[in-house]
């Protein structure tokens, strides 16, 4: 089994920051990419960033200059430093990992966490 735990969210003020993490476990062989998403009530599930194994980053346009994600391959986390947010920046960020078994990947969740931006 593989589980993802995220942790770091909550409610903070315009102009706020916040730090998420997400801890990986279980029979993690071969990790592709570990990265964030969000999904806003109403709205569809969006990348928000992600970091390959080569250590490749992504960054949706949305959020370049004001978040920054990291991993430690070691640990098998990842976490997202959130500055200058934003109130729509509120949401349900979800921890994804795509893990790679031979020629095939394979995506996982965390439950979400809550972020919340007031203004």
């Known amino acids: 089994q593989v589980q993802l735990v995220e942790s770091g969210g909550g409610l903070v003020q315009a102009g706020g920051s916040l730090r998420l993490s997400c801890a990986a476990s279980?029979?993690?062989?071969?990790?592709?990419?570990m990265g964030w998403y969000r999904q806003a009530p109403g709205k569809q599930r969006e990348l928000v960033a992600r970091i390959g194994s080569g250590g490749t980053l992504t960054y949706a346009d949305f959020v370049k200059g004001r978040f920054t994600i990291s991993r430690d391959n070691a640990k098998n986390t990842v976490a997202l430093q959130m500055n200058s947010l934003k109130p729509e920046d509120t949401a349900v960020y979800y921890c994804?990992?795509?893990?790679?078994?031979?020629?095939?990947?394979?995506?996982?969740w965390g439950q979400g966490t809550q972020v919340t931006v007031s203004s």
């Open positions: 279980g029979s993690i062989f071969s990790i592709n990419t």
């Open positions: 994804n990992l795509n893990l790679l078994r031979l020629d095939k990947d394979y995506d996982y």
